[in-house]
């Protein structure tokens, strides 16, 4: 079961890194933000569960979240096998591996450069 999550998380880790532009943010905790709002957001659209969009910032991780929604499911069909505890562990653990890879596992020097 623990190879099948790594599977499926890495396979929804590389559609991120090759279609969506959000990842490239220029500063650590703007990709902190983005990548708590977009992935949480996707999660509840995923599960069926009510979305705040009461900030602009919130709007904005909400349109991401949708398209990466509906292309998740369009994509990988084994979402749909499965329930929304399976789901919430699944991006956990996508949300965990993101920020590793693009922040505290990032070798981009600007993220943490004080004056940027």
Same mark, same amino acid.
């Given at each position: 079961?623990? !190879?099948?999550?790594?599977?499926?998380?890495?396979?929804? /880790?590389?559609?991120?890194?090759k279609?969506c532009?959000?990842?490239?943010?220029?500063?650590?905790w703007d990709?902190?933000?983005?990548?708590?709002?977009? &992935?949480?957001? +996707? *999660?509840?659209?995923l599960?069926?569960?009510?979305?705040?969009?009461?900030?602009?910032?919130?709007?904005?991780?909400? /349109?991401?979240?949708?398209m990466?929604?509906? !292309?998740?499911?369009?994509?990988?069909?084994? &979402?749909s *096998?499965?329930?929304n505890?399976?789901?919430?562990?699944?991006?956990?653990?996508?949300?965990?591996?993101?920020d590793y890879? +693009?922040?505290?596992?990032s &070798?981009?020097?600007?993220? +943490?450069?004080? *004056?940027?």
């Open positions: 079961m623990e !190879d099948m999550m790594k599977d499926q998380v890495d396979q929804l /880790v590389d559609y991120i890194m279609w532009l959000w990842q490239f943010n220029s500063r650590a990709r902190k933000d983005q990548n708590e709002g977009i &992935l949480t957001k +996707t *999660t509840q659209i599960c069926n569960e009510p979305v705040e969009n009461d900030t602009p910032a919130d709007r904005c991780y909400w /349109v991401e979240a949708v990466l929604a509906r !292309d998740f499911k369009s994509t990988y069909p084994w &979402l *096998t499965m329930d505890n399976e789901i919430k562990l699944l991006m956990t653990s996508l949300k965990e591996r993101i890879l +693009t922040i505290s596992g &070798l981009n020097k600007e993220l +943490t450069n004080p *004056t940027y």
